[in-house]
Structure formats: structure tokens, C-alpha cells
């Protein structure tokens, strides 16, 4: 597990890039990259910061809306495909089978997942678990890697 501080949001919004960029690199280099990502934290925390940053820097050049009522937000980009999932208003696990939801954590997608719990035994495992904190100073992210490819990423942060 690595700690990060993030004195604002536009610290949250690079952190996430870095993430990114990691990612982009594995994928140009045709090596498996980290598909699934968990983000946990209270309200307010940093989540949806976190996705609009990570989103836009694989180049996605509009707004990044928070998917709080559509629970999915797509995004087509040029070498990946993002699915930004907030689960937060889900009131069963089960309805996730009913949108389908195995369908969207195929190969060459990358899952952005805030509120996973609201998914437990329905979601798959992630490669890496972000928890924003709030702090005095801004907040913290703290990341956990799940798989084998979550491990390289957290060994190249």
C-alpha cells in the first residue's frame, strides 16, 4: 500500500494522470494493464476529481459528469475504453445483472467504480483500490493493489 498527499484538487486531478500514464505505457508497450479500479471515500471526497482527471488524461477533452443517476457514464476514446461507474444510489447489487454489468469489464476497457461495496458479489475483483481521505491539508489517497498488474502499478508510482 502507498499513501499519497493531496493538497487540492488539482493535485488529485495530476495524481490521477500519473495513474494514466502508467497505464497508457503498459497498453503502448502491449502489456496487460490495470482494468479495474475501485474508488472509495465518504462524500465530497474526491472520487468523481479523481475520474475527471484520469479520463481526461487518456484524452477525453469534455466535461466528466459524475454518473451519480445514470450509474454509467461511456467514454469512446482513440485506445481505450472507460467505463465510470458511481454506484452510490444503487439500492440492491442485483441490479447491476440487470444492466448488464459483466458486459462492460471486458478487454480494452478500463472500470472507474465509485461506491463499489454498493456491488458486492456482483463486481468483479479490482487491480487496484483508491480510498480518498479527507485531511487538515486536502486529503490522502490510498492505493492497494489486488492483482499482479495492480502490483506493477503501484511499484511504478
Known amino acids: 500500500m502507498k499513501t499519497i498527499d493531496l493538497v487540492n484538487e488539482e493535485a488529485t486531478e495530476r495524481f490521477a494522470a500519473q495513474i494514466a500514464k502508467i497505464i497508457s505505457q503498459q497498453a503502448?508497450?502491449?502489456?496487460?494493464?490495470?482494468?479495474?479500479?475501485?474508488?472509495?471515500?465518504?462524500?465530497?471526497?474526491?472520487?468523481?476529481?479523481?475520474?475527471?482527471?484520469?479520463?481526461?488524461?487518456?484524452?477525453?477533452?469534455?466535461?466528466?459528469?459524475?454518473?451519480?443517476?445514470?450509474?454509467?457514464?461511456?467514454?469512446?476514446?482513440?485506445?481505450f475504453r472507460i467505463y465510470h461507474f458511481d454506484l452510490y444510489r444503487l439500492a440492491d447489487p442485483e441490479e447491476l445483472e440487470y444492466m448488464g454489468i459483466r458486459d462492460y469489464f471486458g478487454d480494452g476497457a478500463i472500470c472507474l467504480v465509485e461506491w463499489p461495496e454498493r456491488g458486492v458479489g456482483i463486481l468483479p475483483a479490482a487491480d487496484i483500490v483508491i480510498t480518498l481521505r479527507p485531511t487538515n491539508s486536502g486529503r490522502t489517497a490510498e492505493i492497494e493493489a489486488y492483482s499482479a498488474i495492480g502490483e506493477v502499478l503501484l511499484n511504478e508510482l
Not at 479523481?50 to 450509474?71: D, E, M, N, W
Open 28 to 79: 503502448a508497450n502491449r502489456q496487460r494493464s490495470v482494468q479495474t479500479i475501485y474508488l472509495r471515500g465518504d462524500l465530497g471526497a474526491g472520487k468523481t476529481t479523481f475520474s475527471r482527471g484520469f479520463i481526461q488524461a487518456l484524452g477525453h477533452q469534455g466535461a466528466v459528469k459524475s454518473p451519480t443517476y445514470t450509474l454509467v457514464e461511456p467514454y469512446e476514446l482513440a485506445t
